[in-house]
């Protein structure tokens, strides 16, 4: 932890020792956060509202630590990512900020006007984990899940065939073609709904069914 | 302030426009649904029947089915 917090103050995102435990967890949130994904933008393409791809380039990094791991409360609090459902959570997505971050978070208690437009997105990115655009981006997971589905769907097809070859009894002897044909006889005798139903299908003259 | 890129959202009345379209869609779903059955469905099943008993002869219904051998108090 010590050492992930030195590392962070120097401004390097190396980790130069294996950790375990909670600290190789913490450890794979700061290489996540540090990828391209975490950083804010240049001035020139410093728009936020774009398509939702990560920003290309970034003038400066900033290590976030994401305190999920340390508190025992529910989603949407815990996992410090804003929901379309639940878009602005209690924390800041960045809570332990650098020297540089801390000066830029005095700067913001003045007036806005002040503000570079680099400044700007610093601080939403200190703020929010990622925007709307890169929250609510589609994903491809329905095609997972439509594969998932057809899969199982597949094998429990097959699962019934084994078990019609060798788990089911035999037919009862009233399922026998002669059977059935001896019961609908019966039927047409009674004229069975004879508006619209099976009667009302069977000429009686001819003994056969209507055209 | 920002470079504005992006025209202003809507940001009010977003439930009112949702409900106006929507509830002139209700009605009109549910009057063409129920429409659709009463011309469809019941319309057809009345007249079936009251042509079926028109010309109905229960007497003669009764021996046709006495004569198939259905019945157990009258062979």
């Not at chain 1, 728009?47 to 508190?71: D, E, F, H, I």
């Not at chain 1, 002897?173 to 508006?195: G, V």
């Amino acid at each position: 932890m010590f050492l992930i917090t030195a590392s962070l103050l120097i401004g390097s995102p190396e980790f130069p020792q294996r950790l375990v435990g909670k600290e190789r967890e913490e450890q794979r949130v700061m290489f996540l956060i540090n990828l391209p994904l975490g950083g804010p933008v240049d001035p020139a393409d410093g728009n936020l509202t774009g398509t939702g791809q990560a920003p290309k380039s970034r003038s400066y990094v900033w290590s976030c630590y994401c305190r999920a791991s340390s508190q025992r409360r529910m989603s949407p609090y815990v996992d410090c990512y804003a929901q379309r459902s639940y878009p602005m959570p209690d924390e800041p997505f960045c809570t332990e900020l650098t020297e540089e971050q801390r000066a830029l978070k005095e700067k913001e208690k003045g007036s806005w006007a002040q503000l570079s437009q680099a400044e700007k997105v610093a601080l939403y990115r200190l703020q929010f984990h990622e925007t709307f655009a890169e929250m609510n981006h589609r994903s491809n997971e329905w095609k997972t899940v439509m594969g998932c589905v057809f899969f199982f769907i597949g094998f429990t097809a097959l699962v019934i065939w084994w078990q019609r070859v060798y788990v089911f009894p035999e037919k009862v002897i009233t399922l026998t073609e002669e059977r059935k044909a001896q019961q609908l006889q019966r039927l047409l005798d009674m004229k069975s709904n004879p508006i619209q139903g099976l009667a009302a299908h069977w000429d009686y003259e001819k003994k056969e069914w209507k055209k | 302030m920002s470079s504005g890129t992006l025209p202003k959202p809507q940001m009010r009345g977003l439930l009112a426009k949702r409900l106006r379209v929507h509830i002139v869609g209700a009605f009109v779903m549910a009057l063409g649904v129920a429409a659709a059955y009463k011309f469809g469905v019941a319309e057809p099943r009345k007249k079936a029947y009251a042509d079926f008993y028109r010309k109905y002869d229960s007497m003669k219904d009764f021996e046709e089915m006495r004569k198939a051998g259905i019945f157990q108090s009258a062979k």
